[in-house]
Nanobody, 115 residues
């Protein structure tokens, strides 16, 4: 089992920046990669960015050029730096990790983009 805990959500003004961090614990040796998803009210959960153990990344088109995902394998963390945030990106952001046998979710952290 893998446990994921998110940190860093909150309120930010449009155009501002926020950094989310996710810490993994438990059977971390089984993790193949980590990432971030988000779910806005009334919408489905969607991919924001993922990163493999080897550092390969994949971003949603909406995140390219503004968001950066990074990984510290030694600390078992995955961070998401978000710049130029937009009001429509208000959502609960979930940390995600996958292994060969399945995947795991964090409890989510609220990000609100509003003036």
């Amino acid at each position: 089992q893998v446990q994921l805990v998110e940190f860093g959500g909150g309120l930010v003004q449009p155009g501002g920046s926020l950094r989310l961090s996710c810490a993994a614990s438990g059977s971390i040796f089984s993790i193949c990669g980590m990432g971030w998803y988000r779910q806005a009210p009334g919408k489905e959960r969607e991919l924001v960015a993922i990163i493999t153990n080897g550092g390969t990344t994949n971003y949603a088109d909406s995140a390219k050029g503004r968001f950066t995902i990074s990984r510290d394998n030694g600390k078992n963390t995955a961070d998401l730096q978000m710049n130029s945030l937009k009001p429509e990106e208000t959502a609960v952001y979930y940390c995600y990790a996958w292994e060969v046998k399945g995947h795991y979710w964090g409890q989510g952290t609220q990000v609100t983009v509003s003036s």
